[in-house]
């Protein structure tokens, strides 16, 4: 089992930056993919981008490519998530989640319903 504990959400200007981190627990973290999601009010929820267990192979949503930046940290069981440039579409609660299949392919890695283990999620909101 898997516990995930986002924090780092709040409220900032169009222009401005965030850093989410995902504080997760468990021996087996570090060998879990890692993504955030986001969902804004009436709307889907969303990929933001996904990370392999070993952090060398990324999916990032063409609307974030450019200005997030995912990062994990396995010795700290931490995945982060740098937001800059950020823009008032950018808003939503951003989730981050854990997926048990080993496998990482752009296919299944990027679809929510393939992950096991969710925060309970941290707004973001971006003021114009």
């Known amino acids: 089992q898997v516990q995930l504990v986002e924090s780092g959400g709040g409220l900032v200007q169009a222009g401005g930056s965030l850093r989410l981190s995902c504080a997760g627990s468990?021996?087996?973290?570090?060998?879990?993919?890692m993504g955030w999601f986001r969902q804004a009010p009436g709307k889907g929820r969303e990929s933001v981008v996904v990370?392999?267990?070993?952090?060398?192979?990324?999916y990032y949503a063409d609307s974030v490519k450019g200005r997030f930046t995912i990062s994990r940290d396995n010795a700290k069981n931490t995945v982060y998530l740098q937001m800059n440039s950020l823009k008032p579409e950018d808003t939503a609660v951003y989730y981050c989640?854990?997926?048990?299949?080993?496998?990482?392919?752009?296919?299944?890695?990027?679809?929510?319903?393939?992950?096991?283990?969710w925060g309970q999620g941290t707004q973001v909101t971006v003021s114009s």
């Open positions: 468990g021996r087996t973290f570090s060998t879990y993919a």
């Open positions: 989640a854990a997926r048990r299949i080993t496998s990482f392919n752009y296919r299944t890695a990027v679809e929510p319903d393939t992950y096991d283990y």
């Open positions: 990370i392999r267990w070993s952090g060398d192979d990324t």
